[in-house]
């Protein structure tokens, strides 16, 4: 299959083999979990159990709010602890609402629990409702909500679905793992979500360092004359979406858009893997395949882990550290975060879990910039890394913002290659905060102007309710006085101009 060149890019020690043989593993049930109610992009989802309930495997534990939201279902069989606030899986480490679950030991899945024995007999409404109701979300990192992406074809003409198995952040190997053990499976889950989406063309893009993933997923492929398997060149970030599309399409999409608007959906290999699971089997889902690796790791390993197991759970399963280490990072270490402790919960969008010693880090004291443009070159976007980041630190976020910030993907490559070791990246990350903090900051105000110019209006219009009713009954009283008294006579009231004799006889 012909590809198209993108710009920039790095290439990384990608220390796949570390755990890239290491076959997939299911994680003993820990004694607790702590499933976090926000797991995706979008509003936290609602609680729907109580204390001491007890819930079957796949049982609803909070529902979806909203259009961008996705329910939680309980991992295991066991009984309901608690709802309250748990440790974010965030580098924050802040604490969101958690329904922390005692499991039973039984890991009985819910009778309620029923797949579709023809998922392509469903219209596209039905598959993309049912992926909703399994609460699937981008697993890539992203966490967007997967039938929000299923229902595109309304508003986009869309001609071909992307999967994204590029998985090109070092130390990595889940996705691997899963195309190579699971690959019929996957390809299934890819051709259920073809059929919502209405396409006539599917690509499937794997980099060229998981030779077997590409070999697996084109033998599962062959049932299908859509599907085209892309061997792509082993470059970082190879697997971001917009470049993903650009390399293997030759288009480029929007600033700011979506590749929807260039006819294209990209979803993740382990998306449509839950895919095939929500629709064959009815199974929600409630646990991910994640790489624990980095040297610090005893026995690096990709576990099949319930969401809610802490990532302390899976250090001591892995055998705990050979060494403590300088890191320990959710996600990849070109994009991931740090993790605030071994205490946080697995989520849907986690990954990996890398403990990196100093070796692997190599910290270095940042130098003066010498401008040598070394980041402009490796900016898969495009951009002037440098620039931006001058302004950065001199404050003029708007004009950081006006040379291309909001374009900036934090792929971290420009940090990569930057001979001073200026963290180049976490000026943009924290510029883009501060922007939407001033963004939240601006929409507070404006709605508290429109509040009061709102509440201005009503009192003004009661003031002027009260006005009219007082001239009413103004106008009332004088016309009341200006009209004659009248009397009776034996019980019947005369005209005013017959009183006075009225009066005279009696």
């Not at 940042?366 to 070394?374: Q, S, V």
Request: proline fraction near 7%; aromatic fraction near 4%; glycine fraction near 8%.
């Amino acid at each position: 299959m012909k590809l198209f060149k993108i710009r920039g890019g790095v290439h990384p020690h990608d220390n796949k083999h570390l755990a890239a043989e290491q076959a997939i593993e299911d994680l003993p049930m820990p004694a607790l979990l702590h499933i976090p109610l926000q797991q995706h992009i979008g509003a936290p989802a609602k609680p729907a159990v109580r204390r001491g309930q007890r819930v079957a495997k796949g049982d609803l534990l909070a529902l979806s709010q909203g259009a961008i939201s996705a329910p939680v279902h309980a991992p295991t069989s066991g009984r309901v602890m608690g709802v309250g606030s748990y440790p974010a899986h965030h580098a924050s480490g802040l604490s969101v609402r958690t329904v922390t679950l005692m499991p039973d030991g039984e890991d009985r899945w819910s009778d309620e629990i029923q797949g579709v024995p023809d998922p392509f007999a469903l219209s596209p409404e039905e598959i993309s409702a049912r992926v909703a109701a399994a609460g699937i979300v981008g697993m890539g990192g992203a966490t967007f909500p997967s039938a929000v992406k299923l229902n595109l074809r309304t508003r986009y003409r869309l001609h071909t679905l992307v999967i994204n198995g590029a998985e090109c952040e070092p130390y990595l190997t889940c996705d691997d793992r899963l195309m190579r053990e699971q690959a019929d499976a996957v390809v299934d889950g890819i051709r259920i979500m073809a059929h919502a989406l209405g396409v006539e063309r599917i690509v499937i893009g794997i980099e060229n360092n998981k030779p077997e993933a590409q070999a697996a997923m084109a033998v599962a492929a062959s049932v299908d004359p859509r599907i085209r398997i892309a061997r792509l060149p082993t470059r970082y970030p190879m697997g971001s979406e917009k470049h993903l599309v650009q390399a293997l399409t030759g288009r480029e999409t929007p600033a700011r858009g979506l590749t929807a608007d260039i006819g294209v959906v990209v979803h993740n290999g382990a998306t449509a893997f839950a895919v095939h699971e929500a629709l064959r089997f009815g199974r929600p889902l409630v646990s991910r395949v994640v790489t624990v690796s980095g040297a610090a790791i005893s026995r690096p390993r990709n576990l099949r882990v319930p969401l809610g197991a802490r990532v302390q759970d899976l250090l001591d399963y892995c055998g705990g550290f050979t060494e403590e280490p300088t890191e320990l990072i959710s996600g990849g270490p070109m994009m991931g975060q740090p993790l605030p402790s071994t205490r946080v919960p697995m989520v849907k969008g986690s990954n990996g879990v890398l403990a990196l010693t100093a070796a692997e880090v190599a910290r270095h004291e940042p130098m003066p910039c010498i401008r040598c443009a070394t980041c402009v070159q490796a900016c898969p976007c495009g951009l002037v890394p440098l620039d931006m980041a001058a302004h950065t630190r001199a404050g003029d976020l708007e004009g950081a913002v006006s040379l291309g910030l909001m374009d900036c993907i934090g792929c971290g490559s420009c940090a990569y290659v930057c001979p001073a070791h200026i963290p180049l990246v976490q000026f943009f990350n924290y510029a883009k905060g501060e922007m939407a903090a001033r963004g939240r900051t601006k929409q507070k105000l404006t709605e508290t102007k429109r509040l009061a110019e709102q509440r201005a209006a009503r009192m003004e219009a009661i003031k002027q309710a009260k006005r009219e009713a007082m001239a009413k009954r103004k106008r009332e009283a004088a016309a009341q006085k200006a009209t004659p008294a009248s009397t009776k006579v034996s019980g019947v009231e005369l005209p005013a101009a017959e009183q006075p004799a009225a009066a005279a006889e009696a």
